[in-house]
């Protein structure tokens, strides 16, 4: 980058100044080689030419890699993950991982907290994998211990400082796991129109009815699992694994880890918390406990109503299917489906008044067409026992006009006593019908073919 250069007392201003050998960019050898146009037009000066060397995302990215602008400290690699040639840049990348995995962790986790204060949850989220990630010692990671090893006397107190660190060490991922799962829990919720009040808990606990995405829950499991392993104890990890298990409809292990969380959070006194602050803590994680008890048998008794209509449904559907299929064998009638099943709406073969009752009266969707006018009805439901001087009736009767209700029938063409009607055979032929033709007469024998399902 270009840097401002003092005058001094002695400078002559009628002198031309030097020209500067300083780019903001380095200018690429492909800028230095002018073909026939550049030859003609005057050269730019070095720090114009080094900014038109390269577009603009290239200029963003190379901007990135100063302090000034950079996003991330991990982008602070050189090409291919190769470490920068800026020493400076590479001290910042080391100020990270600098101390112990601990210490490392704590910092990650403390960002991670001030971001979950501030709602940023994939912020947060990214934080705590850090923190886990530097508890694992991956290798990128260069993580300085602090003291040397040492031997002799002095290695019992080194083996008790040891397993301090490991403990703080426990502590710290322990907090990261179940903190990181309330990450995953909040970038999976969209609160619903009439969500339920927060309860005053010690720490931060989602209750409200939400309606769930499930790309996260199972990362939210993964996460409570860890916090269990290192802490059986964990009441915020059985809380939040709770409401994943709810979210995904697992209402029986819900109930059973929500039941662990119960006996885990019991007001009564126990050597564990014998202090008045400690009892009130499990006294109002018990009440959220309970009431999370309570909306899970809610659901799940919703949820068994639900499936119980759905099989119940899906059985008489069956049922009026199969007894729809009895009466039109044993009527003769013929089906034949293409596999492009036309829109019918709410159109359809059945049975009235008993859907169940093969001797009931059948109706079918009926497509009447105007060749000579490239017109057409639709009757949704015309009985099996209806003659075709009714349908006539239907179509052509009813309405204004002294010949019939066609708006489009300008020339008064069809009137009921003046058209004839005929039907598509199953052969492809047409076949001519009388006024007092029944539909069932028609159909039955299997002449002339139900189409899909008209």
């Not at 030419?49 to 990135?64: F, H, L």
């Not at 969209?190 to 927060?198: I, L």
């Not at 199969?322 to 489906?337: F, P, Y």
């Amino acid at each position: 980058m270009s840097r401002i250069q003092e005058l001094p007392d002695t400078f002559d201003s009628s002198q031309p100044l030097p020209p500067s050998a300083e780019t903001p960019f380095p200018i690429p050898t492909r800028q230095n080689a002018h073909d026939a146009t550049s030859a003609t037009t005057p050269a730019l000066p070095p720090a114009m030419d080094s900014v038109r060397s390269y577009t603009a995302d290239e200029i963003v990215n190379m901007m990135k890699r100063t302090p000034l602008f950079m996003t991330e400290v991990d982008e602070l690699g050189g090409d291919g993950g190769a470490p920068s040639e800026n020493i400076e840049l590479e001290a910042l990348r080391a100020l990270q991982y600098e101390g112990t995995r601990a210490e490392i962790a704590l910092g990650f986790k403390e960002r991670g907290n001030e971001m979950v204060g501030e709602k940023k949850w994939s912020d947060a989220r990214e934080f705590y994998t850090k923190g886990i990630a530097a508890l694992k010692k991956h290798p990128e990671m260069q993580v300085q211990s602090n003291g040397d090893d040492g031997d002799g006397a002095d290695r019992e107190g080194k083996g008790e400082e040891e397993e301090e660190e490991k403990e703080k060490e426990r502590k710290i991922e322990e907090a990261c796991y179940v903190n990181r799962a309330l990450c995953n829990l909040e970038m999976s919720m969209t609160p619903a129109s009439s969500p339920v009040p927060r309860f005053p808990l010690p720490f931060p606990l989602t209750t409200s009815i939400l309606t769930f995405h499930s790309e996260n829950y199972r990362s939210t499991l993964h996460d409570t699992s860890h916090t269990l392993t290192l802490s059986p104890t964990n009441t915020k990890a059985h809380y939040r694994s709770t409401l994943a298990l709810l979210a995904l409809n697992k209402y029986t292990l819900a109930l059973d880890t929500c039941d662990r969380g119960l006996a885990l959070t019991s007001p009564s006194p126990s050597p564990s918390s014998p202090t008045l602050t400690s009892a009130t803590k499990h006294s109002a994680e018990h009440i959220a406990f309970q009431t999370l008890k309570s909306r899970i048998l809610s659901a799940q008794h919703s949820f068994e109503l639900k499936e119980q209509a759905r099989k119940a449904a899906e059985q008489k559907k069956k049922k009026e299917e199969l007894t729809l299929n009895t009466a039109l064998s044993a009527r003769g009638i013929k089906m034949r489906w293409t596999g492009k099943q036309p829109d019918l709406e709410d159109a359809r073969i059945h049975l009235e008044p008993d859907p169940l009752d093969p001797a009931s009266e059948l109706h079918f969707p009926l497509l009447v067409l105007y060749p000579l006018h490239n017109q057409s009805d639709f009757l949704k439901s015309v009985a099996e026992t209806s003659s075709f001087g009714d349908v006539l009736e239907t179509v052509l009767g009813a309405g204004a006009g002294a010949g019939g209700g066609l708006h489009w029938d300008i020339a008064n063409e069809y009137r009921v006593d003046g058209v004839e009607v005929f039907m598509e055979t199953s052969m492809g032929g047409m076949v001519k019908v009388g006024r007092k033709k029944r539909v069932l007469d028609v159909l039955a024998g299997g002449r002339v073919e139900v189409l899909d399902g008209v």
